[in-house]
């Protein structure tokens, strides 16, 4: 029998095993091989299955985990650049959760907590923007009067 086909089966075989199903004897009636290899596997699936015990990840794996598998997915090519604010907040997330497990006593900053809305960002980077080109623009009339003329008030 070919590796892939009975690596085939005895994934399907794994997944009912896992759904409280065992249908060895089907699998080994359509394919044969009642003496082989794949018979004694399925077998040790079953005695396998019947010493595990379900077993429910702790907080602390599933964040790990999910922090984990956030760095991959920011490191994997998606073909269109993130925007710098979701890098930015997934960064100070890993930082916010680091901070938590090594410093007991850290309290976690606002932000932290309650993630600033996105429009709410923009609009204060907006404000400073504007805030500096308005700068730039007085500075530069300014420096184009000449010594002696008033400014008007």
Same mark, same amino acid.
């Given at each position: 029998?070919?590796?892939?086909?009975?690596?085939?089966?005895?994934?399907?075989?794994?997944?009912?095993?896992?759904?409280?199903?065992?249908?060895?004897?089907?699998?080994?009636?359509?394919? #044969?091989?009642?003496?082989?290899?794949?018979a004694?596997?399925?077998?040790?699936?079953v005695?396998?299955?019947?010493?595990?015990?379900?077993?429910?990840?702790?907080?602390?794996?599933?964040?790990?985990?999910?922090?984990?598998?956030?760095?991959?997915?920011?490191?994997?090519?998606? #073909?269109?650049?993130?925007?710098?604010?979701?890098?930015?907040?997934?960064?100070?997330?890993q930082?916010?959760?680091y901070?938590?497990?090594?410093?007991?006593?850290?309290?976690?900053?606002?932000?932290?907590?309650?993630?600033?809305?996105?429009?709410?960002v923009?609009?204060?980077?907006?404000?400073?923007?504007?805030?500096?080109?308005?700068?730039?623009?007085?500075?530069?009339?300014?420096?184009?009067r000449?010594?002696?003329?008033?400014?008007?008030?």
């Amino acid at each position: 029998m070919q590796e892939q086909i009975a690596t085939e089966i005895l994934t399907a075989h794994a997944d009912n095993l896992i759904n409280g199903v065992d249908e060895r004897e089907n699998y080994l009636r359509l394919f #044969g091989n009642k003496d082989g290899d794949l018979a004694d596997l399925m077998a040790l699936a079953v005695r396998v299955r019947a010493l595990m015990a379900p077993v429910r990840p702790s907080p602390i794996f599933r964040d790990e985990l999910r922090r984990e598998l956030l760095a991959a997915a920011r490191r994997r090519p998606t #073909g269109e650049p993130r925007p710098a604010w979701e890098v930015w907040r997934d960064d100070a997330e890993q930082w916010v959760d680091y901070a938590r497990r090594r410093l007991p006593d850290w309290t976690p900053p606002l932000w932290a907590e309650r993630p600033m809305p996105r429009g709410l960002v923009l609009a204060a980077l907006g404000l400073t923007t504007g805030a500096g080109v308005w700068a730039y623009l007085r500075h530069r009339d300014e420096t184009r009067r000449p010594h002696g003329e008033m400014r008007d008030a």
